[in-house]
């Protein structure tokens, strides 16, 4: 089995719509994909519509990308397999949600008076209809030639946390969100923890402070960590109990990383599965006769 637990489409600031995702995924021979929107379950539905028109069997795991914040750095936490109208975790998605074209705009005026000719208009545009955030942002920046990729708007100079344009959203803090999304049935495993490249990471003191309050894993396989990064997270997973995941994180076009680039392991899956009671995974009926 190939399985692909990190992935976003135009409900949040991926380029594929969630349908075109679920081809994609078939595409790229994936046995098992969840759909990761950044603090939005709004592609589900359409997502699971289009398992049956596809070639091959591809099951579809619902979740999505919290944002949250400890110790003033920004953190994601991959939530599997929750009940998406259990009310609190709910009601705070929609405050993240919300917070987030407040806060676009105010990074757009941040770049006009560092001189960056770029609009809001043009960055709800690149939105469209997803959650409108940073990559949108950065996206805009790419086309004025102000950075080469979206990667590079990651950086102090612009975009990444603390960086010259960064202004802070509502966030949960991550013991929150663990409580929250374990209340309403799902499994959490923090995304990226090693991802220096993208700022400030967060101390093993605090992974070992999350396991202890109910975390279930860690993304070790990722294209933001190298090979010494992974084994760390290996070695410290070991240590605290924690799940090992792999996943590409795939945005689309917005970003260089590959359907099915990094993958979960089957055993790792069927304990996410085993430890989910919200939900269940979406078994899609493509290529039967």
């Not at 929750?82 to 770049?111: I, N, Q, S, Y």
């Not at 942002?137 to 790419?142: D, P, Q, S």
């Not at 803090?173 to 923090?190: E, H, N, Q």
């Amino acid at each position: 089995m190939r399985i692909d637990l990190h992935t976003h489409s135009t409900a949040s600031d991926g380029t594929d719509t969630p349908a075109e995702l679920m081809r994609s995924a078939a595409a790229a021979g994936l046995d098992v994909v969840a759909l990761t929107d950044h603090d939005t379950t709004r592609g589900h539905a359409e997502a699971a519509a289009a398992l049956a028109g596809l070639d091959r069997e591809l099951t579809l795991v619902t979740g999505a990308e919290l944002s949250c914040r400890v110790d003033g750095i920004g953190v994601h936490m991959l939530a599997y397999l929750f009940d998406p109208d259990e009310p609190e975790l709910a009601r705070e998605r929609e405050l993240v949600r919300d917070d987030r074209v407040p806060r676009a705009r105010a990074m757009v005026g941040k770049l006009r008076e560092l001189g960056v000719p770029v609009t809001w208009e043009r960055v709800a545009a690149i939105a469209g209809d997803g959650s409108v955030g940073r990559p949108h942002i950065a996206e805009a920046l790419v086309e004025l030639g102000v950075v080469a990729s979206v990667s590079d708007a990651f950086t102090p100079e612009w975009l990444a946390d603390g960086g010259r344009a960064y202004v802070e959203k509502h966030e949960l803090d991550p013991y929150t969100a663990i409580r929250l999304v374990k209340a309403a049935g799902g499994v959490t495993v923090f995304a990226h923890p090693l991802a220096v490249k993208r700022g400030r990471t967060v101390p093993e003191d605090v992974l070992a402070g999350l396991a202890a309050h109910g975390l279930d894993g860690i993304e070790v396989d990722h294209m933001d960590h190298d090979e010494s990064a992974r084994a760390r997270l290996r070695g410290l997973a070991a240590d605290l109990g924690l799940l090992t995941t792999g996943s590409s994180d795939y945005h689309g076009s917005r970003k260089t990383c590959r359907l099915g680039e990094y993958t979960t392991d089957p055993e790792i899956y069927g304990e996410i599965t085993r430890r989910a009671t919200g939900a269940f995974p979406v078994p899609g009926t493509g290529g039967r006769p």
